[in-house]
């Protein structure tokens, strides 16, 4: 088991601790007796602050549970999982919720945006239901930077893919929460609009300082991260820093050769 | 088969999302089901009833009443006891007996407490005869000997608390009876409320037909092997002479009776059904939504049926047996809800003191094929519409990454007919309140409200749009994101918030139609009574029983002090012929003169006060106006069982009222000169005015005066209002009461479209909550989704109803329903209540949407 250590490339992150979430022996077991399926085993994690993460590993490695323990989705077994101080795992669902609506921000895969509502109105939603004005001109900066200034009235349904991912990022950076959460956020575009999103993803961490995780099984999406965390089985088996796309496609390969064979 | 078996796999899969469809057609089908089920067990047990109370053969006399429409003088009709002898010497008989029989009787205890039914039925006196061995039995006690000994029927004696030695008075029109109860005696069939005593024969000759020798009715019992109809014609043989007498089988009396009782059970049969149809019509949007919604769910699903190779057809029927399945599971289970709701409606009748017994419940075969055709033929119509939509489906739709398709916008073809309809029933309600004649009004009244309904319902999704905005604007919007989310929803897909706000629109506009038209009524009878009304009080048969006023309570009233004067009012028969020689049937007013200070009428020609002369009359204007009369003019008044008179015509009152319309007053001074004293009838009511300043005083005296009577009462002007008002009002509480069935259907449509949204938004649901909408945020953001359906559909259905209401009323302004009044109170009621009804259709759907896996809800599979 490996404990990943913390390096934070930017500074400003005034104050606080360099670690933005930390997971202690985070175990995530389903069902119990002869059909007991262990999804996290004793994971330990830091995810340092300003920094891009990307979460790798194969189907059903535990990926996608281990981001949703962290962003307060999901309960675990055992273990503890903290929010810069604050302790999320036995919180209740009404702390929890409003924990995600002020200090998290979410990209999902699809299904990002309410259809009722214009790009603008999704985008400031979190803040909306958290009844707080949004900071104009911090808006206008995300707007301007994922490139949305002339598509804020359009619903979801008028945006293409890549534009409908965009104005969930904008909606994940508008509320600048501590940490922002992807679960391949670029699964379901093609590879033009992905980099487009990505880059966004990786300017928002170098100019802005933001903190994200991301899940993703494609090498080419972790290598715009800085550092990748491997998962296999419910553990966190490697992690690569400042990667490569091929560096991680090989490394991918490694363990998959390494499966077979053992 | 595979067609079938998805079908049917389907249907199981979805059992959830069809259960509120599958109530709301349990509900109708219970509800037709209840009233055939109670109607024909009333039948069966009145059928029961009269055949077991007729003899073989019954004569009785021929009396007026049987041949014209008029009113009974109250007095009994008598055959002379020489005729039980005549019928009995005929061929055939066994037995022949004289029986007595009043219906004209009420039966008092020793507190003056009326045994008489509280549900309309008779209060029945007579002798004990061999007859009512047929259907009675004495259970305790004997048969009643002498003029001071009574026999009660077990049901009244159980209702009061009546033991034998208890003392009975019964008044009749020739006195009063004062007896012992001597003997309890027990129905054998099912008696539904009759109060029945019995005297023995000489006894109730004397008090009740006032003679010693006559009877009301023969009972004639054949021997046997002799038929009815033969044992009819041999007692018609022995008579001779059978004008005077009527001869009825056993069968044709009860026929007889059944017709009376008949027309009554019909009127409430097809009410009630009238309702059952209108929860069918709103379970009809609430099926149509449903199916809407679960094809529109199962798009990707049904695109991929159709790539692999299924024909619209297949696709199309597969939504189909779908809701054949439906309808027959909510049928199947309506109808057998349908005979509880019967034995149900039959224990509320035994609470309210009509006697029905589960014994005689009727199930005819009829029943459950009505019940199941019903409920099986209008679901599948009713999904007939999302099945073609299904069947429209390309199989495209499997390829594509589209959630839930949008609804697309209310098409402009639908707007502009819709916009026709409601025009064209806009301009019809119009007609209605111009028109000159109320026949030709009432149809334009008729088309207009069913133009505007439909016209409403198809412009339903646009007025949503509109509506719904409006809404928000003056509600939704404090409440923040969370109103403005719940706005969107209401919103997203008009044509389902259409047609489930149309669903409640329909009962509500219903209620508000029949509440302006009940408080106009109100309003304008209270309006006319202030207006015409100088009487201080009125002493009519309590209850609404038709009794006429005996004598022995007009006396009572007579001596009662600080009355400046005390008006009869009786009925009384003629056959009028105009001068120009057509004759009718009419029902005369005789009243006393200071009737005219009683009830003030307006009069087109002459003086009322002359009409009060010696042999002088009054008519109505249309009856002059029919008959080209004058002031002046002769008319010949051929009184039933008196003379015939000429009376001269002195006034001609307008007709324009609603009190005593078309009345032709005569006095009592002239009826009692060409009608003897035995056939005058009774006062039908009586009218007094107190002397000044001493109004209370003589109210409380004339109650104390009609003690002895409870079988009147007396009320003074503001009773009287206060009873009207009473009335319409129980009579309008009646109607929303089985108007609340197509509401609660329609209540169980909201229910259902929040349901199957929720679960068509779960993904939606899990966004905004993993995005941190609190689960206090979410149950609000539905509640007020529904709220604002609610009070969508009842906006529309108030408006609707108030505006079919006015028309109503300004067309029954030709009747005397001068004054329109929109009950406020109850509008503004009904409308907060809808808000209210919104808010608990959500409870569950919010509950549930509260509970949701925020993880599944967003899992990408």
């Known amino acids: ?262 | 088969m595979t067609v079938w078996k998805t079908s049917r796999r389907n249907f199981f899969a979805h059992k959830g999302r069809m259960a509120l469809s599958a109530v709301a057609v349990l509900l109708s089908v219970a509800f037709v089901c209840g009233t055939l089920v109670f109607t024909d067990t009333m039948n069966t047990t009145f059928d029961k009833l009269f055949a077991a109370t007729s003899a073989d053969v019954t004569v009785s006399p021929r009396s007026p009443e049987d041949n014209d429409r008029l009113p009974g003088n109250g007095k009994p009709v008598t055959l002379p006891a020489s005729a039980v002898e005549q019928v009995g010497k005929a061929t055939g008989v066994k037995d022949a007996e004289g029986a007595v029989n009043s219906m004209s009787v009420t039966v008092v205890d020793s507190h003056n407490k009326n045994m008489g039914s509280t549900t309309g039925a008779p209060t029945i006196a007579g002798n004990w005869t061999k007859n009512e061995l047929r259907s009675m039995e004495i259970t305790s006690g004997h048969a009643p000997r002498g003029p001071t000994e009574v026999m009660v029927d077990a049901d009244t004696a159980d209702k009061h608390d009546l033991k034998i030695g208890d003392e009975l008075r019964t008044i009749a029109a020739t006195g009063d009876i004062n007896a012992k109860i001597s003997g309890i005696a027990t129905f054998k069939v099912t008696n539904p409320g009759a109060a029945i005593v019995y005297f023995d024969t000489v006894t109730a000759q004397t008090k009740l037909l006032g003679r010693p020798d006559v009877f009301s009715l023969i009972s004639v019992t054949a021997e046997s092997g002799v038929t009815d109809a033969q044992l009819k014609r041999n007692v018609a043989t022995a008579l001779g002479d059978t004008s005077a007498y009527k001869l009825q089988t056993q069968k044709e009396a009860a026929d007889a009776n059944k017709d009376s009782m008949g027309s009554f059970l019909d009127v409430m049969k097809y009410a009630m059904l009238g309702f059952a149809g209108i929860a069918f019509l709103v379970g009809i949007f609430l099926i149509v939504n449903t199916f809407s919604m679960l094809v529109a769910q199962r798009t990707r699903e049904i695109g991929l049926m159709r790539a692999i190779g299924s024909s619209r057809k297949q696709v199309n029927r597969s939504v189909l047996i779908e809701a054949l399945f439906l309808g027959i599971v909510g049928s199947v289970l309506g109808v057998g809800a349908g005979v509880g709701l019967a034995v149900g409606l039959m224990k509320l009748m035994g609470a309210m003191g009509m006697d029905l017994s589960t014994k005689d419940l009727t199930v005819a075969w009829t029943t459950p094929v009505v019940g199941l055709a019903l409920g099986i033929v209008v679901t599948v119509v009713a999904a007939y519409i999302p099945a073609r939509r299904a069947g429209k489906i390309s199989p495209m739709a499997a390829l594509r990454d589209a959630g839930t398709p949008a609804d697309g916008r209310a098409g402009r073809v639908r707007a502009a007919i819709g916009l026709v309809l409601t025009l064209a029933g806009g301009a019809a309600l119009l007609a209605a309140t111009r028109a000159d004649k109320s026949s030709e009004g009432s149809l334009f009244l008729g088309v207009g409200v069913v133009l505007t309904l439909i016209g409403f319902i198809v412009i339903g999704p646009l007025l949503a749009g509109f509506v719904v905005r409006v809404l928000s604007a003056l509600m939704l919007r404090m409440f923040g994101p969370v109103g403005r989310l719940a706005e969107r929803n209401a919103l997203r897909n008009p044509r389902r918030t259409g047609a489930t706000g149309a669903a409640l629109m329909i009962g509500l506009a219903l209620v508000a139609c029949l509440s302006v038209v009940g408080s106009s009524m109100v309003a304008s009878a209270t309006e006319e009574l202030d207006k015409s009304v100088g009487a201080d009080f009125i002493v009519e048969p309590a209850g609404g029983n038709p009794t006429l006023l005996v004598d022995q309570a007009v006396k009572s009233l007579e001596s009662v002090p600080d009355i400046e004067h005390l008006t009869g009012y009786k009925v009384v028969g003629a056959g009028l012929t105009a001068p120009d020689g057509t004759t009718e049937n009419k029902a005369l007013a005789a009243v006393d003169p200071t009737y005219q200070e009683d009830v003030r009428r307006e009069t087109v020609a002459g003086k009322l006060a002359d009409a009060y002369d010696k042999d002088a009359m009054s008519v109505g204007d249309t009856y002059a106006t029919k008959h080209h009369l004058k002031v002046g003019d002769r008319l010949t008044v051929a009184f039933k069982g008196g003379e015939t008179a000429k009376l001269r015509l002195a006034a001609i009152t307008s007709d324009d009222v609603n009190i005593d319309k078309g009345a032709m007053y005569i006095n009592i001074a002239t009826a009692a000169q060409y009608v003897p004293a035995d056939s005058l009838p009774e006062n039908m009511m009586m009218f007094a005015k107190a002397e000044d300043g001493k109004e209370k005083e003589a109210y409380a005296a004339l109650k104390d005066a009609l003690v002895k009577y409870p079988q009147y009462e007396v009320k003074n002007q503001a009773d009287f209002k206060q009873q009207l008002k009473d009335q319409i009002g129980q009579l309008l509480n009646i109607v929303y009461g089985l108007l609340a069935l197509a509401i609660i259907v329609a209540v169980l449509g909201v229910v259902n479209t929040l349901a199957l949204s929720v679960v068509e938004r779960t993904r939606e649901i899990g966004l905004m909550r993993a995005i941190g909408l609190s689960r206090r945020q979410l149950r609000r953001m539905i509640r007020l989704e529904s709220v604002v359906i609610a009070v969508f559909g009842a906006l529309l259905g108030l408006g609707l109803g108030m505006g079919w209401g006015t028309a109503a009323q300004k067309l029954l302004a030709l009747e005397g329903l001068g004054v329109l009044e929109i009950p406020w109170p109850t509008i503004l009621t009904v409308f907060v209540a809808s808000a209210f009804v919104g808010l608990f259709a959500a409870l569950v759907p919010a509950f549930r949407a509260g509970r949701m896996n925020v993880l599944n809800a967003i899992a990408t599979d």
């Open chain 1, 1 to 262: 088991m490996t404990t990943a250590v913390t390096i934070p490339r930017h500074g400003g992150t005034g104050g606080r601790t360099a670690v933005a979430a930390r997971a202690r022996q985070v175990v995530k077991a389903y069902g119990a007796g002869e059909t007991r399926v262990v999804a996290l085993d004793h994971v330990d994690v830091d995810i340092a602050r300003g920094q891009f993460t990307a979460i790798m590993g194969p189907s059903g490695s535990g990926k996608s549970t281990l981001m949703h323990c962290l962003a307060g989705l999901d309960t675990v077994t055992s273990g503890q999982i903290h929010l810069d101080e604050t302790e999320i795992t036995g919180l209740k669902d009404k702390k929890l919720t409003q924990l995600r609506r002020d200090r998290i921000g979410f990209i999902f895969q699809a299904f990002n945006l309410l259809p009722t509502l214009n790009a603008l109105e999704n985008i400031t939603l979190p803040m909306d239901i958290a009844g707080r004005k949004p900071d104009a001109a911090w808006l206008r900066q995300v707007v301007e930077t994922v490139g949305l200034a002339e598509r804020l009235k359009h619903r979801p349904t008028e945006l293409s893919g890549g534009q409908q991912q965009r104005v969930a990022v904008a909606r994940a950076l508008a509320a600048r929460p501590e940490i922002i959460f992807g679960d391949e956020p670029t699964g379901n575009l093609d590879s033009r609009a992905g980099a487009e999103v990505l880059s966004f993803l990786r300017r928002s961490v170098d100019e802005l300082g933001q903190t994200i995780v991301m899940v993703t099984h494609d090498p080419v999406a972790a290598s715009y991260a800085d550092r990748v965390l491997y998962l296999a089985d419910g553990r966190i088996v490697d992690e690569m820093l400042s990667p490569t796309a091929d560096q991680v496609l090989d490394r991918m390969k490694d363990f998959d050769s390494r499966g077979r064979t053992s």
